[in-house]
């Protein structure tokens, strides 16, 4: 059960504060991925400000109906949101772990030692922390035997308990059958006037029993306001780099964002400040410098992708040399051997085995067959105002510095463009294709020309 009802109001946004993102995804996803890591078979999550929008993202990240939505239409505290989050559960008789959709740096295995315990003592467990500033969190109450009695919200706590170290992270895992009893006891008479979900400790210690597993104050960390979302991703970027070393070199891991979705191969180099985002892939042996940013990206094994360069839905081949300042849009794919050099710009097109576009080149809805050579300044014009057309460039041709090619054309095998030309028919094979206005040259002009200027001169005098 996911507890993500309330507003955020610290957030000061217009967005519900578990709908934004950290490393690129929701925070209310982090929750979801945790309960189903730990293999639950049901995952509720209830919700209240922005309830279509929220819902709406669980459905797009991970299947319609896979997290089923209760609605909190008035914030009345934890409790009363546990007791609403029960009610698709009235036929479940085993454990319930309650999360919150603002706590995204629960590790798996600590859930998981808290789920082990709930099953070992058939009682009520929970997180606990010991921290140095306990102010706002609710204290654990011990008896004389170190059994948790109970648990008392900050402001509700008397002067000695105010110095208790030991702080409820508000992490549990119960019997449903007793969660639902314990709940439909709350009472809202507290500093607070709301349904206190601490409240069902000191009935389980009556009870049940109660057990504790210790976590991290890092771990129960919540995300209320931007710096601690921003303070918060940092941690996860690190968490994530650190095993990524394990195998791969980072050249300076504090200025890298990499997020959980991506995968780096053995032996693979990050520069500085490096972005890695979605789906990318970076392949064996490649290295990627500094400043680059790819989004939904494959680098194959031993390509080097050179300062600066940014990439989205890109496929790039083994062994290829990109950038720097390059820029490959979605549609992307270089086969092997690639080279694609500064300024060069793609969308939609294919290079293939060898071929280079090394120059201040733009290739949108293009073909490019192997051991092709794009000069500097190139561009296929493939938008006529009305619908993007096709260029074909085969095997073996040369394309001319300074050259357009107007789609849809094609540019056979083994064909040469010169320099300067506008293409707008096919190129056979092996011909040479040129369009140029004829050079005309004028003798004595540079001599009159200074002689003018040098008259304007003495004239202004």
Do not use: W
């Not at 993102?21 to 639950?40: H, K």
């Not at 009682?123 to 648990?151: E, F, H, N």
């Not at 009305?386 to 001319?400: H, L, M, N, P």
């Amino acid at each position: 059960m996911i507890l993500a009802a309330g507003k955020g109001t610290r957030m000061n946004s217009a967005q519900n504060k578990v709908l934004h993102t950290l490393l690129g995804v929701p925070l209310v996803a982090y929750p979801v991925e945790s309960a189903r890591g730990l293999g639950a078979t049901t995952i509720v999550a209830v919700l209240g400000h922005q309830i279509e929008e929220v819902a709406k993202t669980l459905d797009e990240r991970f299947g319609p109906g896979c997290v089923t939505v209760v609605e909190q239409k008035v914030q009345k505290g934890t409790g009363h949101a546990v007791r609403l989050g029960l009610a698709p559960l009235a036929d479940f008789d085993g454990l319930v772990v309650i999360l919150y959709g603002d706590v995204p740096l629960l590790r798996t295995e600590t859930l998981a030692a808290l789920v082990a315990q709930a099953k070992r003592s058939g009682g009520l467990a929970m997180l606990t922390s010991v921290v140095r500033d306990p102010t706002g969190y609710g204290r654990i109450v011990r008896d004389d035997a170190g059994k948790i009695v109970d648990v008392v919200e900050h402001k509700d706590t008397n002067h000695a308990q105010r110095r208790i170290a030991e702080v409820n992270a508000g992490i549990y895992a119960a019997p449903a059958e007793f969660l639902r009893k314990a709940t439909a006891k709350l009472s809202a008479r507290n500093a607070q006037a709301e349904y206190y979900l601490t409240d069902i400790v000191a009935q389980a210690a009556a009870t049940i029993g109660v057990d504790s597993v210790d976590v991290s104050a890092e771990e129960m960390s919540g995300v209320n306001d931007r710096e601690q979302l921003v303070a918060a991703e940092r941690i996860l970027a690190g968490r994530i780099v650190a095993e990524h070393m394990k195998h791969a070199t980072f050249r300076a891991p504090a200025d890298v964002v990499v997020e959980a979705s991506v995968t780096i191969e053995a032996d693979a180099e990050i520069g500085r400040n490096v972005v890695l985002r979605g789906r990318t892939k970076i392949g064996a042996g490649a290295r990627i410098d500094d400043g680059s940013i790819l989004t939904d990206t494959v680098v194959g094994n031993g390509t080097h992708v050179l300062p600066y360069c940014v990439a989205s839905d890109a496929t790039i081949g083994d062994n290829n040399k990109i950038g720097p300042f390059a820029h490959l849009r979605p549609g992307t794919v270089l086969g092997s051997d690639v080279h694609v050099g500064n300024f060069v710009e793609t969308k939609k097109t294919r290079l293939g085995r060898g071929s280079k576009a090394n120059h201040l080149t733009y290739l949108g809805d293009t073909i490019v067959g192997e051991k092709v050579n794009v000069g500097a300044g190139t561009i296929t014009c493939n938008y006529n105002g009305f619908e993007k057309r096709q260029t074909i460039i085969e095997d073996g041709a040369f394309i001319g510095s300074d050259t357009q090619l107007v789609a849809p054309v094609r540019v056979g095998k083994r064909a040469v463009v010169a320099a300067g030309a506008t293409i707008t028919e096919d190129v056979r094979d092996g011909a040479l294709a040129i369009s140029r206005v004829p050079c005309k040259q004028v003798d004595g002009y540079a001599d009159r020309l200074a002689e003018r200027y040098v008259g304007m001169k003495k004239a202004t005098r």
